[in-house]
């Protein structure tokens, strides 16, 4: 029968601890974009002006209530707008103050708060954009409907989703890096 032998392995001593590992360890929480920074302000400023010109283009239309995907972009765009403004002043007074957004509870709330508006702008652009191809391209009607303001008002709504995807993101990552 083969037994093996209890076998004791020297074990160094800790290294001694030095002033350099004393040092509390950094996170990296101001990154440009997050909410409290001048990044993030500029990102909630960008997504405010173009989803209150794609509200603007697309309410000033006449026939806009007669499309589903149209009003669906109106509420979007004005969800948006509202969220975006707020944030933003929020933004403004964290910075005056020289408040860090870092709390879990507040970044969790603007994850949320972003996901859902990214996704509801993002969803009205892409069905006003189906509707616009649809009215422009394949029934040819551009001369008896409002083309180019749907296609500005849709233009805006992607480019307001654009800026709200990386305070939704950087968001998001700064929440699950916790």
Known sequence: MSVSNASV??????????EAANVPRVR??????MPGTIGGFFLRFAQF??????????????DFPSVAAFC????AAGLQSLW????????????????CLQNSRVVSLFAVGDGVTSTLTFAAAC??????????NDLGVCSQN???EFETATAMAFLS???????????FWSLASR
């Open 161 to 171: 989703w654009f800026c709200a995807l990386p305070s939704f993101l950087l968001n």
């Open 28 to 33: 990296m929480k101001d990154i440009q974009g």
């Open 72 to 75: 669906y972009l109106v509420a």
């Open 84 to 99: 975006s403004l707020s944030l933003g002043i929020l933004d403004v007074y964290a910075l005056l103050v020289g408040r």
């Open 9 to 18: 392995h020297p074990v160094d001593a800790p290294p001694l601890q030095t």
């Open 146 to 148: 409002h083309c180019l």
């Open 49 to 62: 002006v173009f989803a209150v010109v794609s509200l603007c283009v697309m309410s000033t239309t006449g």
């Open 127 to 136: 069905a006003s954009a189906g509707i616009t191809v649809l009215i422009g």
